[in-house]
């Protein structure tokens, strides 16, 4: 079991300005090769470092893919099993190379009520040894109140989804 | 210099930038995964990740709150991706996705930005559908990689028995024109 907080945590015990726990990997070779495996993405870039390099990036590197998942478990790690990712934003900005340590942190940008459920937004940044700074994430999470299930909130909860997709805009992705 | 070991079946169609702007509007059909969302691909997923959660583990273990067994939101591109070899082609199956098969002067892909809303879990033992939109094609663009076009596709993911959308995400990815690093050849 993971030494990280998997409880249930309730919206009402949040507050902007939170901080999670910080989140090391090692992202060896092997995990890379891992990545491309278990996620089927035989972008060649992702397990031929000559293709990498001729894409300009000095050796193969993780994909999009482990990247949701990394930050998807970083903030659900924190926001308890119960939550539910209404939302992820993510923006890359230099691959993850096989063999990189990185750390992801992150904290809690607002909380709100919408459609009458509780709604958290956090926002993450995901960086390497020497500062490089691999991507930023924005999610938008459901967390509890009290004793509520998500099936109980089912409808509400694919409203805020609407909303959030209706928001994001498809241009504007910068150079 | 070692030789290229370039042997693969990812080759990305080249073509100007009216070619590509044609494109524009453009709708895959509606296309179905190849297998249902199953645990044996989440756990791999999971150790990739080294995510401990337990409704992925033990998928009964969730539905008391789901109502369903899910899976990780992180998979939903996976549960669309193609098999790499088909028995009656002896090749991987064709890829569905538009941004690397749309005509453009580069012939290199990088991914960049994700936006993606989910209306409920991904339910665990569902074949998923998903269609995909061409929304966007930006001017051409100086980066950091080379030359190149910033493409955005809308997919709308759908589960095998209900015809309202599940998730739905915005990909935005570089169509560059590779420049290699000073004095490596390329």
């Not at chain 1, 209404?86 to 992801?104: K, N």
């Not at chain 2, 002067?105 to 409920?120: A, H, L, Q």
Request: proline fraction near 8%; charge should be negative; charged fraction near 20%.
């Amino acid at each position: 079991m993971s030494p990280r907080n998997h409880a249930r945590r309730l919206w009402a015990s949040v507050s902007p300005g939170d901080e999670l726990p910080a989140l090391t990997m090692t992202v060896s070779y092997e995990k890379v090769i891992l990545n491309t495996a278990v996620t089927w993405d035989y972008m060649p870039g992702h397990f031929d470092p000559d293709y990498a390099r001729s894409q300009g990036v000095p050796t193969i590197y993780a994909n999009t893919i482990f990247l949701q998942g990394l930050t998807d478990r970083f903030v659900v790690d924190w926001a308890g099993r119960d939550s539910f990712i209404v939302h992820r934003g993510l923006s890359m900005m230099q691959p993850i190379l096989a063999g990189a340590v990185v750390t992801a942190h992150g904290s809690i940008t607002d909380v709100r009520s919408e459609e009458g459920v509780g709604i958290v937004e956090l926002e993450s940044v995901v960086s390497g040894e020497q500062g490089v700074k691999h991507c930023v994430s924005r999610h938008t999470l459901w967390l509890p109140q009290a004793e509520e299930k998500f099936d109980d909130v089912r409808q509400r909860i694919r409203l805020v989804a609407e909303s959030s997709s209706a928001a994001a805009s498809p241009k504007g992705a910068g150079t | 210099m070692t030789e290229p070991s370039h042997q693969h079946d990812y080759e990305v169609p080249t073509g100007s930038e009216a070619e590509g702007r044609a494109w524009l509007g453009r709708s895959t059909e509606m296309f179905t995964a190849e297998h249902p969302t199953n645990t044996a691909m989440v756990k791999h997923y999971c150790a990739l990740t080294e995510d401990a959660n337990t409704h992925y583990w033990d998928p009964p273990s969730g539905v008391p709150h789901w109502g369903t067994e899910v899976t990780p939101p992180g998979m939903l591109t996976t549960w669309l991706m193609p098999i790499r070899w088909n028995p009656s082609s002896g090749r991987p199956s064709a890829s569905r996705w538009l941004a690397p098969r749309m005509p453009l002067p580069g012939d290199r892909v990088i991914n960049v930005r994700t936006e993606t809303s989910f209306r409920s879990p991904i339910p665990l033992g569902r074949t998923l559908r998903a269609q995909e939109e061409l929304v966007d094609v930006s001017p051409r663009r100086e980066t950091r990689l080379g030359p190149g076009y910033f493409v955005t596709t809308l997919v709308r993911y759908f589960t095998d028995d209900d015809e309202e959308v599940v998730a739905e995400s915005y990909n935005t990815l570089l169509r560059y024109e590779s420049v290699a690093p000073e004095g490596e050849d390329e």
